[in-house]
């Protein structure tokens, strides 16, 4: 039977480029064997034995021409009772054949279950990725001047000669390589380990940073780690004491060292250990090396990434044996039920080691919450303590779990359900009210609506759509989904089309208008700059640009500033068709004005959909007035004495109040104006000054006294300018999806 590792051909197909097809994608997969002269069921045709002969001579010509990278140790004909093309799994990927598509999207396969396909971007570029990692530490290195003074101390103590050749840290050519730079005193990278009250990153009880030689790091790294890793003893009836680590010891060590050993170290994070008081967590940059999966791993296969940094910690005796220690990690905790997990990423990989020992105690929360079911005054005002956290909560991440709130406030499911419910009552975020408080002075409410009704028009051919108020990158992203008939459920296409949306979205911002800088980043002629073209293929890869008509810039940075632009959070941005991870992004200039950008990654869209609501907030008075000519300053400093003592003695209340000195910097204040300014000198100076009340009454009494300046002194005061304008102000409010309906209404003009 076919499948990831089999295939069964009767013969080599006339077009001969599907074969060689086949062998790129066991090549660029797990390796496996291609039979020949068989049926659909691996029976051998008789009839296609005469052929053998000439398919030996044909595939050998092949194994030594054809392929890119070099083949010939990977490919072995076996010729007995059938014929058979074993394919070993390729250490130098991507592989293609030369006379197809070439390197290139088109020309790279993998092996798909039981067949090929052409393999994504994505997966190329993993493949170059990973390759590289491979390579890293046999390159030269960019430091010349090393010192090994802590390597040689490890070395005496193991009685280990010091040797460079031996330990394979010089080149062919002499030179030092990458292996040696990160065991050198020079080493560039960072070890980081720290440890945290609770269950979570809210309270630092102590952070460090190791730096130097790997080895350093590493000794460094396991040392706070045994000395965070308490014990517990318990004393049986019978005297006999027995001790158990919060983590075993072994599983601890084996998941620090394997940081070391296989990380990818062309990736510029840090490994770090983090102490919990239910876990630790040890975070490692790059992914399982060779495409091996957790489960292989597991089953005893191994790949090593980083083979002289592996031998090294091999002769030093910190790796036993480096291709069982996941095993011996869960073996560690077979008795255990939380069993330890690993999150494995194209970026990282995430160990996470439960504390035995850890019980949480949950009586307490179980009479809190019977109370709560009868609560009083002061049961009230608990839930409104954790209402109030919630809200902050939510604030800070939008995207938050029940899960995660529950182990913030250490409350039980039933308690945050029950807080939640409250707040879906239309609470207001900002105000900590509900609309029911602020009823009359409503003036709109706005969901910001996804992609749904656009589809919608453009699936029953609108030629124009107009939208409520929607997100902006759902513009954008309802087209591509539209015409690339994107699955709305991949959450990393909706990211990319997310990305797209984001870029476009500020016009000419993206293609230099808001990167222009006088004298230190000039965009001539910006009054002609050309508004930014996105070139998206169906895979969601993109490539921003202009005409070349144009002026302005399109380069990674204005691209990496648009997309960072009114971001809280690039891990999470949350609109309503999903949420997108910008972290993941890469871009590369591969013109001008052109930069091709992908990678961008996403969780499913929210549950909730944010709506503003509008209403009428308060009056701001406005009034100025400039003095000019001798000590203008002075007479604007008097000038606000002034009406601060007018407004005391006539008693006049407000909410806020502000005083400009425009013309002195006001923008800033005395923060820098002061450090700026070269000397107490200024020909005009305009006093401004800003009210904010909660009627138009009040706030007509204070821009009335700015007027009065005029003729009630200090001398010199002219321009007076007055203005009350109502302020109607926007708050946010999340509510369940399926409470919004949406109807796309048809019109012919």
Partial sequence: MENVNTEYKSEIPKKSNHLKAEIVSFLNTEGGVIYLGVDDNGNIIEDKKSKYKEWEELLNNWIFNAFSPSIVELIELKIDKGFEIHIKKGNQKPYFYKDGEGFNSKGVYVRIGSSKRLASFEEIQRMIIANKAHEYETLASNIEELTFNYLKEKCNEKNITFDLYGLSLLRKDGKYNNAALLLSDQNPTISKFAVFQGEDVSIFLDKKEFRGSLIKQLDDILYFANLSNKKKIIISGKGQREEYLDIPEKALREAICNCYCHRDWTLSGDIKVEVYDDRSMIFSPGSIPNGLTLENIKNGMTAKRNQIIVSVLDKLEYIENYASGVRRIFKDYESFDKKPEYYISDNGVIVTLYNRNYVKNNDTQKINDIKYENRNDTQNDTQKNRIKIILDLVKE????????????????????????????????????????????????????????????????????????????????????????????????????????????????????????????????????????????SENGDVVITKTETTTGKVTPDTCKEQLIYEIHNPKEYITPDGIADFTTISLKEIDKNKVFLTGATGKKKPDTLKVSIGYKDCFIGEAAISYGGSLAFEKAKEAKEILEKRLELRKISYDEIRFDYIGLNSLYEDKISNLIRKENSFSEIRLRIAVRTKNRETAKKVVDEVETLYTNGPSGGGGVTKAIEEVVSICSIFIPREDIQIKVIYEEV
């Avoid at 989904?481 to 709305?488: A, D, G, L, T």
């Avoid at 459920?489 to 808001?514: N, P, R």
């Fill in 397 to 536: 991440k939008p995207s938050i779990t029940i899960k995660e709130i529950c182990l913030k406030l250490k409350v039980s499911r039933p308690t945050v359900y029950r807080d939640m419910k409250y707040l879906r009552e239309n609470n207001i975020l900002e105000l900590n009210k509900k609309l029911s408080e602020i009823s009359d002075t409503l003036v709109s409410a706005n969901a910001y609506l996804g992609v749904e009704g656009i589809i919608e028009a453009l699936e029953n051919n609108a030629d124009i759509v107009i939208t409520g108020r929607c997100a902006d990158p759902a513009l954008f992203l309802a087209p591509l989904i539209y015409e690339f008939k994107w699955n709305r459920d991949d959450a990393d296409l909706m990211a990319k089309g997310i990305m797209i949306g984001h870029l476009l979205e500020c016009g000419a911002q993206v293609s230099g208008g808001y990167y222009s800088v006088p004298g230190k980043d000039d965009i001539k002629d910006l009054w002609n700059v050309g508004f930014p073209i996105a070139e998206v």
